[in-house]
């Protein structure tokens, strides 16, 4: 076995978390944390590892580092529930970790809506940093799209991981509404200013970007829709952003 600590956070993941740690069962530490999930998410992690901890999701960044934090090995290998390490990836892990040229590697991902692999648009080859050294590594404490912060040399790997979070078009919607009320609050919370043609302008260049430059129209449909919700997301964020500020205004004494 690789003397390697997977981290998976979870929350009701039962559909597809059997699926993600069958993936990875070679390496010698599988941690789970769980947020607080209510189907049997928990059951089936049981079978695989007894490293179960709980804790509830707060912000991204500060939910993963402590995450990490709990590995018992050097290096880290950190999948979504909804992801699996391809075969090919587990021996290029083995191989990446003897070394000490870097101290975190980057790795495709390959990524479905349904049962559509999305090839175009950013979304493939759409390389993250999920192998790292954890005392060499760290997200900054956001609580959307966290950067990471690499203290050395940053490999990549050639071999994907599979990611297939969203089982339909409604679930990717969703993810879009989400994550859009995320955005809206960072900008709230660092008090960014925002005006209705800057973010009309982004959600038009953000279409012509996706949809023509990055080539998502090789992906026919699917590749309208990802250009179509990603120039959605700004609107949304707008919106949101405007709302919570009439929220967050203090009202006149009566």
Same mark, same amino acid.
């Given at each position: 076995?690789?003397?390697?600590?997977?981290?998976?956070?979870?929350?009701?993941?039962?559909?597809?978390?059997?699926?993600?740690?069958?993936?990875?069962?070679?390496?010698?530490?599988?941690?789970?944390?769980?947020?607080?999930?209510?189907?049997?998410?928990?059951?089936?992690?049981?079978?695989?590892?007894?490293?179960?901890?709980?804790?509830?999701?707060?912000?991204?960044?500060?939910?993963?580092?402590?995450?990490?934090?709990?590995?018992?090995?050097?290096?880290?290998?950190?999948?979504?529930?909804?992801?699996?390490?391809?075969?090919?990836?587990?021996?290029?892990?083995?191989?990446?970790?003897?070394?000490?040229?870097?101290?975190?590697?980057? /790795?495709?991902?390959?990524?479905? /809506?349904?049962?559509?692999?999305?090839?175009?648009?950013?979304?493939?080859?759409?390389?993250?940093?999920?192998?790292?050294?954890?005392?060499?590594?760290?997200?900054?404490?956001?609580?959307?799209?966290?950067?990471?912060?690499?203290?050395?040399?940053?490999?990549?790997?050639?071999?994907? /991981?599979?990611?297939?979070?969203?089982?339909?078009?409604?679930?990717?919607?969703?993810?879009?509404?989400?994550?859009?009320?995320?955005?809206?609050?960072?900008?709230?919370?660092?008090?960014?200013?925002?005006?209705?043609?800057?973010?009309?302008?982004?959600?038009?260049?953000?279409?012509?970007?996706?949809?023509?430059?990055?080539?998502?129209?090789?992906?026919?449909?699917?590749?309208?829709?990802?250009?179509?919700?990603?120039?959605?997301?700004?609107?949304?964020?707008?919106?949101?952003?405007?709302?919570?500020?009439?929220?967050?205004?203090?009202?006149?004494?009566?």
């Amino acid at each position: 076995m690789a003397n390697l600590s997977v981290v998976i956070i979870t929350k009701n993941e039962e559909s597809c978390i059997a699926e993600c740690l069958e993936s990875v069962k070679w390496a010698n530490e599988i941690i789970v944390v769980d947020d607080e999930s209510t189907d049997k998410t928990i059951e089936i992690v049981k079978i695989y590892t007894n490293k179960i901890f709980h804790r509830k999701m707060d912000i991204e960044g500060k939910h993963r580092n402590w995450a990490y934090a709990q590995a018992s090995n050097l290096w880290v290998l950190s999948l979504d529930a909804d992801e699996k390490v391809a075969p090919e990836l587990k021996n290029e892990i083995e191989e990446a970790i003897k070394f000490d040229e870097f101290v975190a590697y980057d /790795i495709p991902l390959r990524n479905f /809506i349904g049962k559509y692999w999305v090839k175009y648009g950013g979304w493939y080859p759409a390389s993250k940093v999920r192998l790292f050294r954890k005392d060499k590594f760290k997200y900054e404490e956001a609580e959307v799209h966290p950067r990471a912060i690499i203290d050395g040399k940053c490999g990549h790997l050639k071999n994907d /991981i599979v990611h297939k979070g969203y089982p339909d078009l409604e679930h990717f919607l969703n993810s879009i509404n989400r994550q859009s009320t995320l955005e809206a609050k960072k900008w709230i919370n660092t008090g960014r200013k925002m005006t209705l043609i800057w973010a009309a302008w982004r959600a038009v260049d953000r279409f012509f970007r996706r949809y023509l430059r990055k080539k998502a129209y090789k992906d026919g449909m699917y590749g309208f829709v990802i250009a179509y919700f990603d120039s959605l997301y700004q609107i949304l964020s707008y919106l949101k952003f405007k709302e919570m500020q009439k929220i967050s205004l203090p009202r006149c004494p009566r």
